[in-house]
């Protein structure tokens, strides 16, 4: 297996400017580790600032959905499309968020047997809709998400942030974006 980042390169965060190399190092020094896909699409400075700032504005957000809800949409959808990179880092994030070690796998692997709760499983549900079957999304699926509570602006966050992720998984597998070690443990063990 590759150790290279992406088959693109990286730019060092040295390279960047001003504003993109210090949200990148306030991200850094509150994780302890500076995530691939910075690094990824560090590259091209202009795309990776409005990717960061359209990610900031959905998954930073504390209106509608939890920060974990918000995580499980990404998990639900990046396992869907396949992206080991979103798996791996969000997985660990919504093990975080959750405190639960096993949830992240259950949902990337198997989101349809995954145990949820009735609210996670309209949040699944839809989210694997608009990721695998988007030409017959309807209101039908609006409905049900309705009926389990999820709001208008709810339901737009998953939608959103589904899309969102859409276009990240698929920049994850043209750059070949390899999951930084230190996602595979965070959520399972105690942090050093």
């Keep these: 297996m590759s150790d290279e980042v992406s088959r693109f390169g990286t730019a060092s965060l040295a390279g960047l400017p001003d504003d993109l190399r210090e949200r990148i190092e306030a991200i850094a020094e509150k994780s302890g ?86 609210r996670e499983r309209a949040i699944v549900d839809l989210a694997l809709v608009l990721a695998r079957d988007s030409e017959r999304f309807g209101d039908e699926h609006i409905a049900k998400a309705r009926a389990a509570g999820l709001t208008d602006d709810e339901i737009w966050d998953v939608g959103a942030i589904t899309a969102l992720f859409a276009m990240s998984n698929r920049l994850a597998h043209l750059m070949a974006l390899r999951p930084n070690d230190e996602f595979y443990l965070m959520g399972r063990v105690p942090r050093a």
């Design 33 to 118: 580790f500076v995530p691939n896909v910075f690094l990824g699409l560090a590259h091209r400075p202009k795309e990776l600032r409005a990717f960061a700032d359209y990610h900031d504005a959905l998954m930073d957000s504390n209106d509608g959905l939890s920060k974990a809800e918000r995580e499980l949409v990404v998990v639900a959808t990046s396992g869907a499309n396949h992206c080991t990179y979103c798996i791996v880092a969000h997985g660990a994030i919504l093990r975080v968020r959750t405190k639960d070690e096993h949830i992240a796998d259950r949902v990337a692997a198997n989101p349809w047997q995954a145990d949820l709760s009735d």
